[in-house]
């Protein structure tokens, strides 16, 4: 099946400017993230969308990132003016609706993340 | 103090050694442990599942030590491939929130 798929991969921007990122999940997921990883970091959630509804966005800063999915498939993430510290990796990534095995017998599913889109803030 | 805490390493090792990473987590709510691999420039991928009875795949093992709240995982016989960072992963609350630590990177040299 086709993986998550993210546009553009590599963007540069001067600070001020505003940038848009896209994702197109794996067909057929609901759940669908957007991660920041600065480099030497490990990913961090910044929104996640369950169908078109915002599940958690508490991670976001909401004065200048702002995130949609409209109908509940794509998703586009901006940011509106960028700072020098937005540089960074912007992951996608999507889950089923399925159960997998966790330890307490909870619903926990796999994520699988797109390439990202590399940004560099100059 | 972070919710994910792991080495970052580099750990260099030669090929055929075995090599183990810790992770600890804060969070003693926490149900749910993964470990992810991740190649340079490329996405996280899904490596395993950390089950508190412990699992193994292939020349890869993890354990999770409830107690002690960290989480292990253990690679055999390395191989050049192995190179990645590996991302250790806690899930926090009913909505699937993936916490990842910083990774810890192996270097397998020749």
């Known amino acids: 099946e086709a993986g998550v798929a993210q546009s553009p991969r590599y963007k540069i921007i001067e600070k001020r400017q505003s940038v848009a990122f896209w994702c197109n999940p794996i067909?057929?997921?609901?759940?669908l993230y957007w991660y920041q990883q600065i480099l030497g970091q490990g990913p961090k959630l910044l929104i996640q969308?369950?169908?078109?509804?915002?599940?958690?966005d508490s991670q976001l800063p909401k004065d200048r990132f702002s995130a949609e999915r409209l109908k509940g498939v794509d998703s586009t993430l901006k940011i509106q003016p960028a700072k020098l510290e937005d540089s960074a990796v912007y992951l996608c990534a999507s889950s089923p609706i399925r159960r997998s095995r966790g330890l307490a017998g909870g619903h926990t599913y796999e994520q699988y993340f797109g390439p990202g889109t590399r940004l560099t803030v100059t | 103090r972070k919710e994910v805490e792991q080495d970052p390493g580099p750990f260099n090792v030669p090929e055929g050694a075995t090599v183990a990473f810790n992770c600890t987590y804060s969070n003693s709510a926490s149900q749910s442990f993964f470990w992810y691999r991740q190649d340079c420039r490329k996405e996280p991928k899904l490596l395993m599942s950390v089950y508190s009875s412990g699992n193994e795949d292939g020349r890869f093992t993890a354990q999770l030590n409830r107690a002690s709240q960290y989480i292990s995982l253990l690679i055999r016989d390395s191989k050049l491939s192995d190179s990645a960072t590996y991302l250790c992963?806690?899930?926090?609350?009913?909505?699937?929130?993936?916490?990842f630590g910083t990774g810890t990177l192996l270097a397998v040299q020749p």
């Open positions: 067909s057929g997921h609901a759940t």
């Open positions: 992963v806690v899930v926090r609350g009913a909505t699937n929130k993936l916490i």
């Open positions: 969308f369950q169908n078109n509804g915002v599940v958690d």
